[in-house]
């Protein structure tokens, strides 16, 4: 079990370079099986997850092809339909084969993702919308497992979100471009990586309009062709990022990112005392007064997003005040508070709230990363806390955070990875 080891006090200073984003990767890399031509995509994040999709689908007959950022997938081969528990039980995004095995070939068996530790993290919404649009759907031994009955293709539905559902959507939508008429989502997920893979879908051919609103309308057609793509930004390690540096009373500049999907992020952090400023593709925070506690609430795009709630309770551990954090979109999101207790932080729980109230230091000590978020939560707790901070479990932040130390040393930071 691999851990890192940070030496707090240092505020974070110079430049940093942000790669592409996991929750776009991951949904455009499954869009590699709606087509028998190669889906060409840039930008791609070296991450743990956005390997264990490459695995997933070369175990289908995806061909993968890897060039530094770039890759190369070739969906002309698949010849097995099954998503095994093995892999989807270490990443829930797996699920997103769903939408379009059944969409190209009629059939999918997929395993049910196990909970987490965020939450049940159900998917009836995925196999509700399928379901709508003519799939046979039963669940045997922990596997979901879809048919279409003959002629074997979708058809086009009118499916309403009882509840905001990024994968959800993102599913369905892929779902959608191959079914036979016209699909209309509500209620659907207004993500940015959500419109990510409208445009790379879009690309291949497909007709959809009004992704990044909550009503997509798609109308099928009979096939999808290759495309080039290259993959947006990651709003949340940019987002990461920019609190680590505020925490730390820093200056850093991001590189390679676009501040119009960091709005209420942005917002939160200047209301915390930072100065932000844009530069063509980057972002400048510099931390030189007080950090004042700031109130949250998350909800779906566009809106607070719940993956930044455990860096700003980070942030609000050592700032001036106290501050209200509510967490609405999972129902135990909150990992990360008792181990941000044993570094000192002032925490109370009630429900689905979080009162944070500011204390003048935190003092290192041995923590546990629990999940992707509360890992990088407990990073940057390191980062401000005095003496030394060691954390566990680090392969939750290796899923969704690429070379994390090596870009946070390159910012000043005084951090190492232990064997
Ligand atoms: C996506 O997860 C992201 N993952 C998550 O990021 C993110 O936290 C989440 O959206 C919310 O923004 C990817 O994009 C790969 P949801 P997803 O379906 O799609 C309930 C990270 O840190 N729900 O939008 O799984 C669900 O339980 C990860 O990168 C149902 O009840 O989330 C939750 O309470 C963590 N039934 C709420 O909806 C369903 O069928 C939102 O979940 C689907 C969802």
């Known amino acids: ?141 922990g596997y979901i497992h879809a048919q279409v009955p003959a002629p074997g293709r979708l058809k086009g539905a009118h499916f309403f979100f009882d509840m905001v559902s990024v994968t959800g959507t993102e599913n369905l939508m892929m779902a959608a471009t191959l079914a036979d008429g016209v699909t209309v989502l509500e209620n659907a997920a207004r993500e940015p990586e959500v419109m990510d893979l409208a445009h790379c879908l879009i690309a291949m051919g497909a007709k959809i309009e009004g992704a990044g609103s909550d009503t997509i309308r798609i109308t099928g057609v009979a096939k999808l062709h290759g495309a080039t793509h290259r993959i947006m930004p990651d709003r949340i390690e940019s987002g990461t990022f920019l609190v680590a540096a505020a ?96 570094l000192g932080a002032q925490i109370d729980i009630e429900g689905n709230t979080a009162l944070v109230r500011g204390v003048e230091q935190l003092e290192g000590a041995t923590v546990m990363a629990t999940d992707l978020r509360a890992s990088a939560s407990l990073v940057i707790a390191g980062l401000v806390a005095q003496g030394e901070t060691i954390i566990d479990r680090i392969y939750h932040l290796d899923r969704g955070y690429e070379h994390i130390e090596a870009k946070l040393s390159q910012l000043g930071a005084n951090i190492r990875r232990l064997k």
Do not use: W
Not at 10 to 15: A, K, M, N, V
Not at 59 to 67: N, T, Y
Not at 73 to 84: C, R, T
Not at 257 to 267: C, F, G, N
């Open 247 to 342: 925490a730390t009373r820093g200056s850093v500049m991001l590189h390679n990112t676009r501040a119009d999907i960091l709005e209420t992020v942005l917002e939160k952090l200047q209301e915390a005392g930072a100065h932000i400023r844009m530069e063509g593709d980057g972002i400048h925070l510099d931390m030189a007064g007080p950090l004042k506690s700031v109130n949250l609430r998350t909800a779906p795009y566009p809106a607070f997003p719940t993956d930044m709630q455990a860096q700003f309770m980070a942030l609000n551990t050592i700032a001036l005040g106290s501050a209200m954090m509510v967490e609405t979109i999972f129902e135990n999101r909150f990992m990360h508070v008792q181990e941000l207790r044993r």
């Open 1 to 141: 079990m691999q851990k890192l080891a940070i030496q707090g006090g240092t505020p974070l200073r110079g430049e940093v370079r942000i790669s592409g984003a996991k929750n776009a990767a991951l949904p455009i890399m499954c869009a590699s099986l709606l087509s028998s031509d190669a889906l060409q995509l840039s930008n791609m994040p070296d991450l743990h997850d956005v390997a264990t999709m490459r695995k997933l689908l070369e175990q289908m007959g995806v061909k993968a092809a890897i060039q530094g950022s770039e890759m190369t997938l070739s969906g002309a081969h698949i010849d097995k339909l099954e998503a095994p528990y093995e892999m989807v039980k270490t990443m829930r995004a797996a699920v997103l084969v769903l939408g379009p095995l059944v969409a190209r070939f009629g059939e999918a068996r997929v395993s049910l993702p196990g909970g987490c530790a965020i939450g049940s993290r159900p998917v009836d919404l995925h196999i509700k919308g399928l379901q709508a649009m003519g799939a046979v759907i039963s669940i045997e031994h």
